[in-house]
């Protein structure tokens, strides 16, 4: 997606000029230095490129939502999650006739705004034990804690836990999860 | 309900007439789009030299809808917690010198009262209607409400809005729609307001009026001749996102990127943006293929609605968090370039605080 991501960076860095200047956006250059660390730190560069995710995420085109200004949450499933799947599912759900799907599913694990685990947990404890998370797919999943553990159940009677959680990006957080979240 | 339609075959003859022939220049007209290939309109904010070519309301800069610049003036926070809050919506719209000075947070929902040049900010009245019609909601639902194709999901008839059905001026069929580009907005939906987050995303003008018309489009309608330009597509499908590699429905292919993300995603020779359900989608300007998602809408939260379920949860962007945090008086949560406060007590969402992008 690189002519996407450079589009991205000069847009990005004229807007941040011009919102100083608390004038209309004219075109300004970018400096190289802006560009890049505008560039490394999204959450599209939070997710190993050579990951099943990635590829996912790029088959639906939504790569360059993650590279983008967000700002959003995504619960990022690592290889050994994608393995858990049925055998074949991965392959069937990334090709061009299952797009709609694929798109989904990743969408259900992309959550607006910006939610570190700490958030989570506070709800969940005002929640009196569960909170319920919007997805940008349109359905929701549920938070519980196990331990210290935010752990997440979906609308398939399915679970994952957070493992890995807070990775802050420019533009949002990663949560790294073990399992694949299903919308039903 | 004859008499439009006979009025509206007549201006379909016409749909290329000089009325939409874009005026050229600094604020340019739209209608620059119509001199191209198919019906593809660009729009946008960048200045690329050629004074032909049409650019749509995002460009201007006097009186654009939408930008950041409007938004990247401080928002005092210190002592806007209680009776204070509406001075924060002054700030947001001081730069329409020309009409609305402030903005008038109607939860009229489609019943609108079409005062669309002064609009006054009501931050009190509107709560105590919106508590009244809240009711009407039922939280139990397993799943977050989305604007759907006729709006909530609740209070339709045989779905058409119900402003619109009341009035029994029945709806069009979908495809029937794209018909009324170049016609003239017919007055039942003259004062039919846009619903929910939609009216944070196509906000009135100098140049253009949005208004809500059958079958859930947006209708924009060009000031100067009063001539529908634009069709909006406003439902959000669940999951229905349109696939990266297919083409942008012709029907709704203009610029149409919502008011807070126009500066960002502005249209150039190389890459048009377009909005649909639910998404920003970077279409090729000459095949219309979608090549990529940019941004992901949800659609949830609007002035006026209760806090959906799945929004308990705070999700400010860590750079607004030292302003706006959670505490019993406000909360705040973040929407599609937007941070809303909502009242902890009622659970409504009583304003929209800024614009992040």
Known sequence: MRPTRNLMLVTLAALAITACDNKAANDTAATPEAKETAGDKTLAKGIPADS?????????GLDATLAGPGPYTVLAPDDAAFEKLPAGALDTLMKPESRADLTALLTYHILPGTILASDISKAIDAGQGKTVLATMGGGTLTATKEGDS?????????????????DKRSNGVIHRIDGVLMPS | ????????????????????????????GHGGGKDRSAQVERGGGKVKGQADKGRGHAKSEANRGGGKARFSQNVDRGGDRGPNRGHNKAERDDHRSAKAVRVERRDDEGRGRGRDDVRVVRMDDDRRRDA????????DDGFVRRWGQHGFARGFVDGCPPGLAKKDNGCLPPGQAKKWVGTVLPTAFRT??????????????????????????????????????ALIPS??????????????????????????????????????????????????PR??????????????LAVGQRLPLGYNTYNVPLDYR?????????????????????DPTTQLITAVIRALV
């Open chain 1, 52 to 60: 099943k995710l990635a590829a996912a995420l790029k088959a639906a």
């Open chain 1, 150 to 166: 935010v752990v997440l159940s979906d609308g398939a009677g399915g679970k994952a836990k957070v493992t890995q959680a807070d």
């Open chain 2, 1 to 28: 309900m004859r008499n439009w339609m006979l009025a509206a075959s007549a201006a379909a003859l016409a749909i290329t007439a000089p009325a939409l022939a874009e005026r050229g220049g600094h604020g340019g």
């Open chain 2, 132 to 139: 009244v019609r809240v009711r009407d909601f039922d939280d």
């Open chain 2, 192 to 229: 039919s307001s846009l619903t929910g987050p939609y009216r944070d995303w196509y906000r009135d003008d100098d140049r253009y009026l949005y208004r809500m018309g059958p079958d859930g489009l947006i209708y924009r309608v060009n000031r100067a001749d009063n001539l529908i330009d």
């Open chain 2, 235 to 284: 439902y959000l499908n669940d999951y229905g996102y349109y696939p990266v590699g297919m083409a942008y429905p012709s029907p709704y292919n203009f610029y149409n990127v919502p008011v807070q993300y126009s500066s960002y995603w502005p249209d150039d020779d190389d890459y048009y943006y377009r909005y649909g359900n639910g998404a920003i989608y970077q279409v090729d």
């Open chain 2, 287 to 300: 095949t219309s293929m979608i090549r990529s998602i940019v941004a992901l809408l949800a659609g949830d």
């Open chain 2, 322 to 342: 030292a302003q706006y945090y959670d505490t019993p008086d406000a909360w705040y949560r973040y929407n599609d370039g937007y941070i809303y406060q909502v």
